[in-house]
C-alpha cells in the first residue's frame, strides 16, 4: 500500500493526547472507537498493547488492548487473558469491550455466551455509558445470539442496533447518529432526560434539543426544534400538553432551534430572544440549506425555505443581561455573540446551576456553508462561561452536552486562545489554509486539563478554516481561487490523463480508497462519473468511499456524516 497523500491529523493528535500520562477515559474511548470503525484494528492492538505495558495497573488500556488484539486476530487466546483480567477489575467499560470483542468472534469458538452476557450487562446500567455506544452494543448482540442459534434475540437485537437500512458492510455502529430523508439527522435516539428537578430535555426528537422548565405558572420551553411535528412528539414523551407553555425562550435564529415553534405558541405565549434575533432570522430565511438530511420533509427553514415556520413575534427582545422570575423560578437571560451566530442568547437557573448554551460552544463557528461564526466570540463566551461556573452545560446538541463539559471549558479556552495566536502569526506570515493544519497544533496546557482534549479536536481545524477565511480574500498566495475551477471542468482535465478510459478512475480510485485516502478516491471517481455515467465500476467505488468517509466521522462530525450519508442515500434508524 502507497503512503496516505491526506494525513488525517485528527486521528495523529488523538493518538499523541492518549498517549500522554492522566488522559482521561473519553481520549481513550475516542481513539479506541475511531480505529474500530475505521478497521485500524491491528494499529490498534500496536498502539494499546504499548500503553498498557507502559501503564500497568491501568484498568481500560489493559480492556483495549484486549480489544484490539481479538479483533485484530493477534494472539487471540492472550487478547482474551487480557480482557477476563480487565473485567475482574472493573465493571462497566471492560465488559462493554469483552462482549463486542467476544460477539465478533466466530461461533466455533464458543464465547457467544459470556458476549451475550456482558452485552446485557451493559444495557443494564446504559445510562452510564454515552448514548452513542449503546448501538454497537445492540449490533453485538445481535451478532452473539445468531452465533448462539437464537434466531428471534437475534432479529430483535439487529433491530435495535438501528442499522437495518445502513449500507451492507459498513461499520457504522460506533455513534447514535440517525438519518433519512423523511425525517433528517439526529443525532441520538429520543429520550427525555432530566439534568435536574423540573428540567427536562428534549434529545434525539429533532435535529436540535429542546427543553421544559416547571414553574409555578407553567412551562418554560428552551428553544423549539425544527418541526412542530417533532416538538409536538417530545411534549406527549415529557407529559406535557402545549396549552401548559407560557414561556418560549430562544436561543438563536437557526433553523434547528426556531422552526417548530408553531407546536409551543399559543394566545398568552409569551416569546423571549435576543435584540438580534429579527436580524438573524431575516438573515437565515435568506440563506439556502443545501442538503435536506439537514431537516427533513415539512421542517420549518426546509431546504430552499420549501417549509416556513410559524411566524415568530418575539415579545421581548435581551439586550442586557436580565433576570426574570417566571412562577417563582428565576432565569438569568445573558445575551453573547458566541461562535456560531450573533444573536445568542443562553438561559441560567441559579438554582439548579444549569446554564442551557444554545449553540455558543459550537465547533463549526457557524453553518460550514453559511457566512457566520465568529472564533472571537467563541473565545469571549468561553471567558464569561469559565467565569460564571455553572454546575452543568446544556447545549443545543445531545452530543455537544455530553463531551462541552464545564470540566471542558476550563480547558478549551486557553488552547482555543493559544491556537488562535498561533493561527494569526501564521496568517500574518503568509501561511496558506493547508499550511495552518499541517502544524497539527497541540496546546501543552491540555495536559493539565484532560477533559479539553477531546473537545479541543473536534474544534480545532473548524476554528482555524473561519479565522482564515475571515482574515484572508478569496485569492490565496498558494493559487487557490486564482481561477474558479467548475467540477465538470476538472472531470475534463482528469479525463485527459486517464486518456478518456473509465478504467482508468477506477484503478485510480481503488488505489486511493487500499491507502485510505477517501476524500481523494470519491473525487476521482465523482469526476469519473461525470465524464463516464453509469459506469457500474465507478459508481460501486464512489458509495464505497462514502461508506468510508460516513465510518470515519461517525463519531466526531456529524454534519459531515449527514453530507455523506445524503449523497450516499444511506438510511440508518435510531438504536433502541
Do not use: C
Not at 487473558?81 to 467499560?93: F, N, R, T, V, Y
Not at 439526529?186 to 434525539?204: C, D, K, L
Amino acid at each position: 500500500m502507497t503512503e496516505q497523500i491526506v494525513k488525517d491529523h485528527a486521528l495523529e493528535a488523538l493518538r499523541t493526547v492518549a498517549s500522554w500520562p492522566g488522559a482521561d477515559r473519553t481520549t481513550l474511548v475516542t481513539l479506541a472507537t475511531t480505529l474500530a470503525a475505521t478497521g485500524a484494528d491491528a494499529e490498534g492492538a500496536v498502539f494499546f498493547g504499548d500503553l498498557a505495558d507502559r501503564q500497568p495497573g491501568q484498568v481500560l488500556p489493559l480492556a483495549l488492548a484486549g480489544f484490539f488484539q481479538v479483533r485484530a486476530g493477534r494472539d487471540v487466546p492472550a487478547g482474551l487473558a487480557k480482557l477476563d483480567q480487565a473485567a475482574e477489575q472493573d465493571l462497566g467499560l471492560p465488559q462493554y469491550y469483552r462482549g463486542l470483542a467476544l460477539a465478533a468472534l466466530p461461533p466455533e469458538a464458543g464465547k457467544a455466551g459470556q458476549a451475550v452476557a456482558d452485552l446485557e450487562f451493559v444495557l443494564a446500567v446504559r445510562d452510564q455509558f454515552p448514548s452513542p455506544m449503546i448501538r454497537a452494543v445492540h449490533h453485538g448482540l445481535a451478532a452473539a445470539h445468531a452465533a448462539l442459534g437464537n434466531t428471534g434475540q437475534a432479529s430483535q437485537a439487529a433491530e435495535s442496533s438501528g442499522l437495518a437500512g445502513a449500507p451492507p458492510g459498513t461499520r457504522l455502529e460506533f455513534s447514535g447518529y440517525w438519518v433519512n430523508p423523511a425525517e433528517g439527522f439526529r443525532f441520538s435516539s429520543p429520550r427525555i432526560s432530566e439534568p435536574a428537578p423540573g428540567i427536562q430535555v428534549a434529545q434525539g426528537y429533532d435535529f436540535g434539543d429542546f427543553a421544559f422548565l416547571a414553574t409555578g405558572d407553567g412551562i418554560v420551553a428552551i428553544d423549539a426544534g425544527t418541526a412542530p411535528r417533532r416538538v409536538a412528539a417530545a411534549l406527549a414523551d415529557a407529559g406535557l400538553q402545549a396549552s401548559q407553555v407560557s414561556h418560549v425562550i430562544l436561543t438563536h435564529a437557526h433553523f434547528d432551534h426556531a422552526g417548530g415553534i408553531g407546536a409551543l405558541l399559543g394566545p398568552g405565549t409569551t416569546v423571549i430572544a435576543q435584540a438580534g434575533f429579527p436580524a438573524e432570522l431575516a438573515h437565515q430565511r435568506a440563506n439556502f440549506v443545501p442538503f435536506g438530511y439537514f431537516t427533513g420533509t415539512g421542517a420549518g427553514f426546509g431546504r430552499g425555505g420549501a417549509a416556513e415556520p410559524a411566524t415568530i413575534v418575539v415579545d421581548q427582545l435581551i439586550s442586557e443581561p436580565t433576570t426574570v422570575t417566571i412562577g417563582g423560578s428565576g432565569i438569568v437571560l445573558y445575551p453573547s455573540s458566541g461562535g456560531e451566530t450573533s444573536d445568542a442568547l443562553m438561559a441560567y437557573l441559579p438554582a439548579s446551576g444549569v446554564l442551557f448554551t444554545g449553540d455558543v460552544i459550537m465547533p463549526y463557528l457557524g453553518a460550514p456553508f453559511f457566512a457566520e461564526g465568529s472564533p472571537d466570540g467563541l473565545i469571549e463566551t468561553l471567558e464569561f462561561i469559565t467565569g460564571l461556573r455553572p454546575r452543568q452545560l446544556v447545549h443545543g446538541h445531545t452530543t455537544l452536552t455530553e463531551l462541552f463539559t464545564t470540566d471542558a471549558a476550563a480547558g478549551l479556552l486557553p488552547a482555543l486562545s493559544e491556537l488562535r495566536e498561533h493561527a494569526l502569526a501564521g496568517i500574518t506570515a503568509g501561511k496558506t489554509l493547508t499550511g495552518l493544519l499541517d502544524a497539527n497544533l497541540l496546546p501543552e496546557v491540555l495536559r493539565q486539563h484532560p477533559a479539553a482534549a477531546v473537545p479541543y479536536l473536534v474544534t480545532r481545524d473548524h476554528f482555524l478554516q473561519r479565522l482564515h477565511h475571515q482574515h484572508t480574500g478569496y485569492w490565496q498566495n498558494d493559487g487557490q481561487g486564482l481561477e474558479p475551477i467548475s467540477p465538470a471542468q476538472r472531470a475534463a482535465a482528469l479525463d485527459l490523463l486517464a486518456d478518456g478510459k473509465p478504467e482508468r478512475f477506477a484503478e485510480a480510485a481503488k488505489a486511493l480508497l487500499a491507502q485510505r485516502d477517501h476524500a481523494l478516491a470519491l473525487e476521482v471517481a465523482t469526476a469519473g462519473l461525470a465524464r463516464h455515467p453509469g459506469t457500474a465500476a465507478l459508481t460501486q467505488l464512489r458509495q464505497q468511499a462514502l461508506h468510508r468517509l460516513m465510518e470515519r466521522h461517525q463519531l466526531q462530525d456529524p454534519f459531515r456524516f449527514l453530507i455523506y450519508a445524503e449523497m450516499a442515500g444511506a438510511e440508518i434508524g435510531p438504536a433502541s
